[in-house]
């Protein structure tokens, strides 16, 4: 049931170790690998291959060992045996989707009109979704394996995020229904997020009397 922490993953060595290891002995270790994406050799057989990174190759030798257990666990008649879960998920960091603001320099007028001007025009309707929906949920200090359940409602579709009995609720869409807001049941101590221009302001304040209610 540990969590093995491996910050120079290389090509994977210690996730292809770890997902053996649970398949023989029917245990649920999990696994966090970090790997800068350092590029490899232009000469290289990796390279020639279609692997311009390290990371990308660390990437497809767990989706080459899960595939090779699965086979092993069907030849082993394992695979009516207890769950042996064989996902994995890859999280890249890059640049923030929202607007960020610089407080430091948002004192100087000019910036801060500059700034203004530049959030009012970011549409985040148009960014990758999931995307979107980590960024938010490492922002809203939930963690990256919180479970994350969409739920459509009419219209619109909604994140429900939930973290050890902690629930946060996303909407992306351009415009939003109060009717379908209302619908979910969302808790008075809980957070719905949703894009600036989903709700007229009045919208904002009524939902607002009865949930947390937060513009991006």
């Given amino acids: 049931g540990g969590i093995i922490l491996d910050f ?45 990174t390290i990371a990308d190759i660390g990437k497809e030798r767990i989706r080459r060992v899960i ?12 695979d009516n045996r207890t769950t042996f879960d064989l996902g994995f998920k890859t999280i890249k960091l890059s640049p923030s989707n929202c607007f960020v603001w610089d407080e430091e ?70 415009s939003l229904e109060s009717g379908a807001v209302r619908e979910l049941g969302i808790g008075a101590d809980q957070k719905l997020i949703v894009l600036d221009y989903a709700l007229p302001d009045s919208q904002k304040v009524n939902l607002g009397r009865s949930l947390r209610i937060e513009t991006i």
């Fill in 8 to 52: 120079f993953a290389g090509c994977s060595t210690t996730a292809h170790a770890v997902l053996s290891k649970n398949l023989e002995d029917q245990a649920n270790r999990r696994f966090i690998l970090v790997q800068l994406p350092e590029q490899v050799s232009e000469s290289s057989l990796a390279r020639r291959s279609g692997f311009k």
């Fill in 67 to 78: 595939k090779k257990l699965k086979e092993e666990s069907k030849q082993t008649k394992l």
């Fill in 105 to 174: 320099q948002a004192k100087d007028q000019a910036t801060l009109r500059d700034f203004l001007k530049k959030s009012a025009g970011t549409d985040l309707s148009k960014t990758e979704k999931e995307s979107l929906v980590y960024e938010l949920v490492v922002r809203e200090g939930f963690r990256l394996d919180s479970e994350i359940q969409a739920i459509q409602k009419g219209p619109n579709q909604f994140y429900r995020i939930e973290d050890n009995g902690h629930v946060l609720w996303l909407c992306l869409d351009k």
